[in-house]
Each structure stands twice: as C-alpha cells, then as structure tokens.
C-alpha cells in the first residue's frame, strides 16, 4: 500500500528565503508525481506534474525533482512571498492518486 | 483545458438527510472520477474511484451504502451523502484525469450537518 509523507509539516520563514520541502513514497512504481497547492477552505492548485521517466520539472520560481528509486521528490522555491502561505500537498499516482501529509507554510513580510 | 467543475461549494443539512454532490468535467470526458474527503488540517483521503457505466470502488472503511456514487456519463458524476450525520461534516473534492496530465480537481464541497 503506498504511502506518502511530507517534510517538514509546518513551516515559517521570512520572506526571501529559498526553501525546499519533501515528499517520499513507498512504493516506487509510479506513474508520476503531482504538486498542489491549497490555500485555506479552498480546493487544489497543480503546481508541476512529473512523469516517472522525467528528473525535473520547473515553473516560475518552483523546482520539483524525482527521484524514484529513492522515492523521493523535493519542491524547492526560490525567493519565497508571503502570497506563497498555502499548504503544499505532493501526490504520488499508481493506480491512484495518494496524497502526502502536506506541509503548511507561512512566508512573513 | 481539463476544467472540474463541483457544486455546491458549500452545503448545511440537517441530521438524517441526504446530500448530493456534482462534480462535471466541463471541456473532457472522463471515464473516471475519484473522490475525497479531508477533514480539518489533515491530508486528502480518497474514499472511491467512480466509473462510468459501471459500480464506484471503494477504498476500505468508506461505507458504500452512505456515500453513494452515480457515475451515469463521461462528464458527471455525483456522491449522495445519505443520511448524514454531524461526523460526516467535512471537506468533499472530487477530481478527474486527462490522460498523462495529470490530476485536475473541483473546487470542494464543505459539508456542514447539525
């Protein structure tokens, strides 16, 4: 059964900084491997989709990265804002789509 | 493209009604749906794979008979939340698939039951 996990679960930065936030997976045969953001009481946002065959993918001041044998995959942000504050979910998709743990970030002035 | 649309976006009933949920790919035909459910501060938790033409799927512990799955075309599908009861106040999202795009999903459905 697949399992995922996010790191950290919360997180709090000034503005600014460059953060990296993970996600790993237990089971390694995945199609790809999705990131969301969700703002409060609010549905989800795709941010970058990553195919299984696929190391990277890039969008703005997002970076995500996979690596699948390991089962793991990073979203980094560079220069983060405070319009940035949202929860972060990854999603690793088998024969479903199973989400992370999600990590909460706050990005203050 | 790949547009879900959900309604309602929030819902007050009673104890001992039933609600219904719609969730409609607006610009794709999806043979498949899936729905979750996310409780406050807490991850995304699929409750069932819905199917066109055919009987949703459940994932074990969601009863099938209270949260019931009609799937009766390529653009709708719809969760009833059948005799609800305060503990099943939470947040309803369903999602839908686009080939290798990846996972597109509604808006949400807060389910609020006094």
């Known amino acids: 059964k697949q399992e995922v996990t996010q790191i950290p679960a919360a997180l709090s930065v000034p503005e600014g900084e460059n953060l990296v936030l993970n996600c790993s997976f237990t089971?390694?045969?995945?199609?790809?491997l999705q990131w969301f953001r969700q703002d409060p009481g609010k549905g989800l946002t795709s941010l970058l989709l990553?195919?299984?065959?696929?190391r990277e993918q890039t969008s703005g001041r997002l970076n995500a990265s996979l690596d699948k044998s390991s089962g793991r995959s990073t979203l980094y942000i560079a220069a983060s804002q405070p319009g940035d504050s949202a929860t972060y979910l990854c999603?690793?998709?088998?024969?479903?789509?199973?989400f992370g743990t999600g990590t909460r970030l706050q990005v203050f002035p | 493209g790949a547009v879900v649309s959900q309604h309602p976006s929030w819902v007050i009933c009673k104890s001992g009604t039933s609600v219904k949920i719609e969730c409609r790919s607006l610009?794709?035909?999806?043979?498949?749906m899936f729905w979750y459910r996310q409780f406050p501060k807490q991850s995304l938790m699929l409750m069932a794979t819905?199917?066109?033409?055919?009987?949703?799927?459940?994932e074990q512990g969601v009863e099938k008979d209270k949260f019931l799955i009609n799937h009766a075309s390529l653009t709708l599908s719809t969760l009833t939340v059948t005799s609800a009861h305060p503990e099943d106040s939470s947040f309803y999202i369903c999602s839908a698939t686009l080939s290798d795009y990846g996972y597109t999903f509604g808006s949400g459905t807060r389910l609020t039951v006094v």
């Open positions: 990553i195919q299984s065959s696929q």
């Open positions: 819905s199917n066109e033409g055919s009987k949703a799927t459940y």
């Open positions: 999603a690793a998709r088998t024969d479903k789509l199973i």
């Open positions: 610009d794709f035909q999806a043979t498949t």
């Open positions: 089971d390694s045969a995945i199609y790809n």
